[in-house]
T-cell receptor, first 117, second 115 residues
């Protein structure tokens, strides 16, 4: 079946512009995650959606970052007034978490490489 | 707070030799532990996980990992390395209480297998 897809694969934008990144999770996966991976560094958790629960936004680095998810489908990560330090690969992952069974295995998309000039 | 440490930025091994990529963790409660691999210009791929049960976990591509509760470690191993195993490896930990699914990732270890 289809995996996690992300678009665009690459995005170059000018400093100060807004960008929107899209993630299509695996169908039926209730949980969706956004991570940021700066060059040569590990994954930095940004935000987590689980079903109809309030999202865990504890990893968002500033109020310029926001994300939405419609039901258990597509999610968009929006970065307003982009800065050069926002340049990174943004990874989306989804996971099937049956109630009462914390399996946690996450499936990752290929990422969106964002370059802010 | 949860944390994961991968003490080696890079591991070099000759093809055919055994390899170990180290990971230690810190978490209150029962840990859920994962290894992911990232090939150049590609997303992360799941290798294996420890949730409960046997301490030795077998995963994809011949990899295995051993959960050691007393040493709070979850080292990744393979008996005989291949050049194609060269990639970036991430260890991650989830928390046992609650059901958030949130993972904390280590900084990654680059594995270089030379022919």
């Amino acid at each position: 079946g289809a995996g996690v897809s992300q678009s665009p694969s690459n995005k170059v934008t000018e400093k100060g512009k807004d960008v929107e990144l899209r993630c299509d999770p695996i169908s039926g996966h209730t949980a969706l995650y956004w991570y940021r991976q700066r060059l040569g560094q590990g994954l930095e958790f940004l935000i987590y959606f689980q079903g109809n629960s309030a999202p865990d936004k504890s990893g968002l680095p500033s109020d310029r970052f926001s994300a939405e998810r419609t039901g258990e489908s597509v999610s968009t990560l929006t970065i307003q007034r982009t800065q050069q330090e926002d340049s990174a690969v943004y990874l989306c992952a989804s996971s099937l978490i049956p109630a009462g069974s914390p399996t946690y295995e996450q499936y990752f998309g290929p990422g969106t490489r964002l370059t802010v000039t | 707070a949860q944390s994961v440490a991968q003490p080696e930025d890079q591991v070099n091994v000759a093809e055919g030799n055994p390899l170990t990529v180290k990971c230690t963790y810190s978490v209150s409660g029962n840990p859920y532990l994962f290894w992911y691999v990232q090939y150049p210009n590609r997303g992360l791929q799941f290798l294996l996980k420890y949730i409960t049960g046997d301490n030795l976990v077998k995963g994809s591509y011949g990899f295995e990992a051993e959960f050691n509760k007393s040493q709070t470690s979850f080292h990744l191993k393979k008996p005989s390395a291949l050049v194609s195993d060269s990639a970036l490896y991430f260890c991650a930990v989830g928390h046992g209480s609650g059901n958030t699914g949130k993972l904390i990732f280590g900084q990654g270890t680059t594995l270089q297998v030379k022919p």
